[in-house]
């Protein structure tokens, strides 16, 4: 801890790198693969990486999962327990629905910039393989009757309630509790409000896949994807999608309504995966000959009323909280959008970017140049572990900054379930 700062004072947030393993889908590669195992192998990976085994070499590790076994009740501090980080490193573990990586990294950058701590690793991981089933509610409160019960007799009479509805699983659902509807039947709704076509949809995806498939071959990810489990790359990437292959697929939300839009294609498969990302103190990175890639300088997150937008009629659907967090981001920090060199956007939806980017412009901030869009692809390619997404973002981003060897400026916008957004800013002096 820095014994010179004051209340009030701030520190820069160092971004010193990033590691991910390649993203699986669903029941594919890393099938059997837990969240502390995949969580486990991106931090050793970084540990080896900036030399981070010794004692105390890291101030904490924060970290956390959308779907958690109760096993993963303590993640962050059993994967620190499990990796080459010393033993005695803290770790907590947080959790935002699809912003739980940025937010871990904005948590750990705040204690760095308080001078709380002097490093930090954050980030996420998440299998939609190994999903949790939880015991049927009918079946739980027997169960507890039973062991609440005075007697044996109690016990039996209670257990002799059972039948065999009472066995099914109580399975994850992709629903929102206030309404009752998935995440993409939510976004097809905002998809019709915004008058998001198909065939824009379509381009958004296929660009997607395009420019993850050129930041491979030319190298941009070899320092920042670690194998795992036999997968080198992102499983879901598809170098040859194109609109017109596209455009062969059929609806799969929205399909209750006029001329659904939204397929398997231009929506974000179910994925496993891990990703953290190194944050430090600018005094910390240089003691130890570390160039930080870039610096976290402003972060953001909003809120808004999706069971009274897209169910109601009202203005604001569930995953449109970034066109509230961003320009309340860049009024704070006196910039428009014309002023940031990269532009990275949680491809939850092609419908749900696109309609984003309308939003923006709505509130009058300027169009985003496409050419600054998600250069080296984003969810609709990489694929999406919940968890995992901010801090494969944030690492993404502080590379791409570094890449040009000169002063820039990214920004990252995340949607997030129960109509939440996370938001920040990067930047290379």
């Known amino acids: 801890m820095s014994s010179s700062l004051h209340i009030g004072e701030v520190r820069r947030i160092a971004v010193v790198g990033g590691r991910r393993i390649p993203f699986a889908r669903s029941d594919g590669p890393y099938a059997t693969a837990s969240n502390q195992e995949m969580l486990t192998a991106v931090v050793d990976a970084l540990v080896e990486r900036y030399g981070l085994d010794g004692p105390g070499a890291v101030g904490e590790l924060v970290a956390g999962a959308v779907l958690k076994h109760s096993r993963d009740f303590n993640l962050a501090r059993e994967t620190v327990l499990g990796s080459r980080l010393d033993a005695r490193t803290p770790a907590y573990d947080i959790q935002q629905a699809c ?12 204690k760095i910039a308080l001078g709380q701590t002097e490093s930090a690793i954050a980030g996420g991981a998440d299998t939609t393989s190994d999903a949790p089933l939880g015991v049927n509610d009918a079946l739980r409160r027997i169960l507890l009757e039973v062991r609440r019960a005075p007697s044996p007799g109690a016990r039996l009479k209670a257990l002799a309630r059972i039948r065999p509805g009472h066995l099914v699983p109580d399975i994850p659902r992709n629903a929102e509790p206030r309404t009752g509807l998935s995440m993409g039947e939510h976004a097809a709704v905002t998809a019709r409000a915004w008058g998001i076509t198909r065939e824009a949809q379509d381009a958004l995806a296929a660009t997607s896949h395009r420019r993850l ?14 194998p795992f489990r036999g997968l080198e790359r992102d499983q879901n990437l598809r170098p040859d999608s194109t609109p017109e292959k596209l455009a062969r697929l059929a609806p799969v939300f929205g399909t209750g309504g006029p001329n659904p ?9 179910l994925t496993d995966g891990a990703a953290v990302v190194l944050l430090a103190s600018e005094e910390w990175a240089r003691e130890r000959g570390l160039e930080p890639r870039a610096y976290l300088t402003a972060y953001e997150t909003a809120a808004v009323d999706f069971a009274g937008g897209d169910v109601a009629g009202g203005p604001d659907g569930l995953l449109m909280a970034p066109a509230h967090a961003v320009p309340r981001m860049l009024d704070k920090a006196g910039y428009g959008i014309e002023d940031f060199d990269f532009v990275e956007i949680h491809e939850a939806f092609a419908s749900q970017v696109l309609a984003t980017l309308a939003a923006w412009e709505k509130q009058g901030l300027a169009p985003v140049d496409r050419a600054r869009l998600n250069v080296t692809g984003s969810s609709l390619a990489t694929g999406h572990p919940f968890a995992a997404t901010g801090a494969r973002m944030v690492a993404t981003l502080a590379e791409l900054l570094a890449e040009r060897d ?11 379930a129960g109509g939440q957004g996370v938001t920040a800013i990067l930047e290379r002096p």
Do not use: K
């Not at 498939?213 to 670690?226: I, T």
């Not at 000169?406 to 995340?414: C, E, T, V």
């Open 406 to 416: 000169a002063p820039g400026r990214g920004l990252i916008s995340i949607c997030a």
């Open 99 to 110: 912003g739980t990586g940025l937010q871990a990294v904005i948590a750990a950058a705040n």
């Open 261 to 269: 839009t939204m397929t398997a294609g231009n929506s974000t498969p």
């Open 213 to 226: 498939a050129a930041a491979y071959e030319r190298g941009f990810l070899a320092d920042l994807v670690v």
